[in-house]
């Protein structure tokens, strides 16, 4: 088992260097790095703590022992884009992109659905709460370029429009 | 039965709470963790570590099937499933009964009577608890019905939710339609449950709530919490005791709780929350928690308890080791949750890496937190950095209080909403005490 600090542990530290005219103190251990710090702009003391146990990770028998991390998908983005007129839809945030309001319900748009500058057209997952995207342009929706529940960073194209004049 | 060892099926910093439980009562600890999760805090604190799954919830800490299959691989004997994800999930239950492992929680029927908030309501009422008017929805279509019988404005609450999740007010029908398919979609993916029901949307009360703990037979509260500044249902500053109720209103909560309890036979540790209306001194039952709760820590500052020690205990079989009579609330106590999440934005989520994280130290100061400099804010689960819990002798005591560990704490790489709680905490009306729910709308209004 570590050898863990707990809070009665920093509170007894602190309690000593109160009495001392120290002003920081400095101490680790293999486990953990502690720094406490007398305030400057306002009374009382400050912590700063690193973890430096390395994490003891055991696989699942049954998973692959690498563990892969989510990539976003289908980004051809970066390839550039030749077709003239047509606008990116960029998520508002990182997340996880649904292209329908529930699981198993029909998206919000496919490629040749018009669409309104306020037309909802996904759902960025971000912390847990469902974003909206919008197409922002008045338009039809010509390329939908990351696939539903899809990992994506704010710079992914979620998809193209078309713009049109109205 | 003796626990020996844990599989905490959780993150954050409920994860490293638990294991600090542990440590204190000999149990080893194994966290069962995604992807997203490994090098997290709670992992280099646990004695072992298990990979449950992809980053996303659904694959990972909401799997049934993977959690069960790490706490039986690493032979873990019991399973403390924290809050939010799996923990009112009554199929974990059974499946951990099944597999001869301890749930530490409640017994499946509770969880299925209170996780499911349409029974909860049912329960409640046949408590004798007077319940906010409201009505379960089968069809979309038969959604506008329900709501013009309930009575607008309307919430919509998700059946399988808690903790704020899932719920969503709705002022005009032509909104009801798209207000509940955005709320099911949010269910599916927080609780895999995407029914909703319908409420009458009360628009301002304080939101009291009772901490109980009950071991299937005896049941005792510990006092109240009031959690009234919320955004969009999400608690932000909690406190215990409850200020400004009067002592009849305060008794009669206290007894509506433990009437709850006793009427479900509850066994464990469980929130029951009210709606309280100051004017007219009425109280509604809202719903129950049947876990811990992220603002469990207020009711430990004032009880002196370590309330996961007690549903470790109630959860090896023992009896309740407290009585009403051995609880008594002294001082008050204060926590303010810190967000990864810029307040001057309209409270858009800020995932990143956290290059620096300096907390305040010192008496009546503890800090509940899973984030360290260099540690990582996935965009996969919810915003929560680190919980600040200020005690003192008095409200007024814990108020200053707060506000110098406030100024004292200092988080860089990620937006926070830390400057906002100082704002708050200089409020005259929030230095009153005793606000409601419509008081933080105003506040940022203002």
């Known amino acids: 088992m570590n050898m863990a600090l707990t809070n009665d542990d920093v509170h007894e530290i602190v309690r000593i260097l109160d009495a001392s005219h120290y002003d920081e103190f400095h101490i680790e251990t293999r486990h953990f790095k502690l720094s406490l710090r007398r305030s400057g702009t306002a009374a009382g003391w400050t912590q700063e703590t690193r973890t430096l146990s390395s994490p003891n990770v055991e696989l699942h028998k049954d998973k692959p022992a690498q563990v892969s991390r989510t990539e976003p998908e289908d980004s051809d983005a970066d390839q550039g884009d030749d077709r003239v007129g047509l606008t990116d839809i960029h998520p508002p945030l990182i997340g996880t992109f649904y292209r329908s309001p529930k699981p198993g319900a029909p998206p919000f748009v496919e490629v040749g659905s018009r669409v309104e500058a306020d037309t909802v057209v996904g759902i960025i997952e971000t912390m847990k709460l469902m974003n909206p995207v919008t197409a922002r342009v008045h338009g039809v929706v010509a390329e939908i370029c990351v696939s539903d529940g899809g990992f994506v960073e704010t710079d992914s194209v979620l998809m193209r429009l078309c713009q049109e004049t109205s | 039965m003796k626990i020996k060892r844990i599989l905490i099926a959780n993150r954050g910093e409920i ?109 409640a009422i046949a408590a004798g608890l007077p319940v906010v008017p409201g009505g379960s929805v089968d069809a979309l279509e038969s959604a506008l019905e329900v709501a013009t019988r309930v009575g607008w404005p309307i919430l919509v609450k998700a059946v399988g939710g808690g903790g704020g999740r899932g719920m969503k007010p709705v002022f005009e029908p032509s909104k009801l339609q798209e207000t509940i398919e955005m709320a099911m979609a949010e269910a599916s993916a927080a609780f895999g449950d995407a029914r909703i029901y319908l409420e009458r949307f009360v628009t301002s009360g304080r939101h009291v709530e009772v901490q109980i703990l009950g071991d299937g037979e005896h049941v005792i509260h510990l006092g109240t919490r009031d959690c009234s500044v919320q955004r969009r249902y999400q608690k932000l500053v909690e406190e215990a005791p409850a200020p400004n109720l009067a002592d009849d209103l305060r008794a009669a909560i206290h007894k509506a709780a433990v009437d709850f309890g006793h009427h479900m036979e509850y066994r464990g540790l469980g929130t029951v929350e009210f709606l309280v209306d100051c004017l007219s001194s009425e109280f509604y039952f809202l719903e129950m928690n049947a876990r811990i709760q992220v603002e469990h820590p207020v009711t430990e500052a004032v009880t002196g308890l370590d309330l996961v020690a007690e549903q470790i205990s109630v959860a090896e079989g023992w009896p309740l080791r407290l009585c009403q009579n051995d609880i008594t609330i002294s001082g008050h106590a204060m926590e303010c949750r810190i967000n990864a999440e810029d307040w001057t934005q309209d409270f858009r989520p800020s995932p990143g890496t956290v290059t620096s994280a300096i907390y305040p130290v010192g008496t009546g100061i503890r800090v509940d937190t899973h984030i360290e400099g260099g540690g990582s804010v996935p965009p996969f689960y919810d915003s929560l950095l680190a919980k600040i819990i200020v005690s003192g002798g008095d409200r007024a005591q814990a108020v200053a209080g707060m506000k110098a560990a406030l100024a004292n704490c200092h988080i860089d790489g990620v937006a926070t909403n830390l400057a906002m709680h100082s704002a708050l905490f200089e409020h005259p009306e929030f230095a009153q005490g005793g606000i409601d729910t419509s008081f933080f709308p105003r506040f940022m209004q203002s």
Do not use: M, W
Request: aromatic share 4%; charged share 20%; with cysteine.
């Open chain 2, 15 to 123: 994860a490293v709470r638990v294991i600090r439980t542990c440590r204190e009562l000999g149990i080893e600890t194994v966290l069962a963790a995604s992807e997203a999760d490994l090098k997290s805090v709670p992992a280099r604190l646990a004695d072992q570590t298990i990979c449950v799954g992809p980053a996303r919830s659904a694959l990972s800490y909401l799997n049934v099937d993977a959690i069960l299959a790490a706490a039986l691989e690493s032979g873990a004997d019991a399973i403390h499933p924290g809050y939010g994800f799996l923990s009112e999930n009554a199929k974990l239950a059974i499946g951990c009964r099944n597999a001869g492992i301890v749930f530490i929680g409640p017994t499946e029927a509770q969880l299925d009577g209170i996780g499911d908030k349409l029974k909860a309501r049912s329960h």
